[in-house]
């Protein structure tokens, strides 16, 4: 089954990079049509897609915070990993990684457990 | 940006009630719509997409219906399990826009 974790600091200064590593198992991202996103969510507020890294290293970010996201993929390891730059107290919140399949539509299928992170100097 | 709008922000319905959120794009996405689930402190999990088609597991009381910029998410028979938050999301565009979300809660 696939499964996927989210795994990086739960605390960074304002200025620094944040970098978050999205551990998964169950598909390989070798693999036509497979891709995996990230996510974020404040604490009590909604959802906020961040980016998303398909299998031919197609890679799609948020059109507001595009100058900040890289998206990676390492995929011998199973592993993508998303950096943001230039961190804010406003980027509190926890970071989800998700599966996604595409086949005309892209799917966010399986979830990550979520990782919160707290800006805070 | 396509916004999308969730109405209403939040809800009260009792067990057995039969629910419907509405989600509308500020433009057209065709089907290109999904609905999450979340629990509190859980990921969100996938209901349906695109608009209409169920997810693999999902009980038959969620359905979904909608084209073109009005969705709506319908819950038959509310189950005490189902007191959650709902989002949509559209991934017409490459923003995958969500919703704001909709609170269902114990009446």
């Known amino acids: 089954q696939i499964t996927l974790k989210e795994s990086g600091p739960t605390l960074v200064k304002p200025t620094q990079t944040l970098t978050l590593t999205c551990t998964f198992s169950?598909?390989?991202?070798?693999?036509?049509?497979?891709?995996v996103g990230w996510i974020r969510q404040p604490p009590g507020k909604a959802l906020e897609w961040l980016a998303l890294?398909?299998?031919?290293?197609?890679?799609r970010y948020s059109p507001s915070l595009n100058n900040r996201l890289t998206i990676t993929k390492d995929t011998s390891k199973n592993q993508v990993v998303l950096t943001m730059t230039n961190m804010d107290p406003v980027d509190t919140a926890t970071y989800y990684c998700?599966?996604?399949?595409?086949?005309?539509?892209?799917?966010?299928?399986?979830w990550g457990q979520g990782a919160l992170v707290t800006v805070s100097s | 940006d396509i916004q999308m709008t969730q109405s209403p922000s939040s809800l009260s319905a009792s067990v057995g009630d039969r629910v419907t959120i509405t989600c509308r794009a500020s433009q057209t996405i065709s089907n290109y719509l999904s609905w999450f689930q979340q629990k509190p402190g859980k990921a969100p999990k996938l209901l349906i997409h695109a608009a209409s088609s169920l997810q693999s597991g999902v009980p038959s009381r969620f359905s979904g219906s909608g084209s073109g910029t009005d969705f709506t998410l319908t819950i038959s028979s509310l189950q005490p399990e189902d007191f959650a938050t709902y989002y949509c999301?559209?991934?017409?565009?490459?923003?995958?826009?969500f919703g704001q979300g909709t609170k269902l809660e114990i009446k």
């Open positions: 998700a599966h996604t399949l595409t086949s005309g539509i892209d799917l966010f299928d399986y």
């Open positions: 169950g598909f390989s991202l070798s693999t036509s049509g497979e891709g």
């Open positions: 890294l398909f299998w031919d290293d197609d890679k």
């Open positions: 999301q559209q991934s017409y565009s490459t923003s995958y826009t």
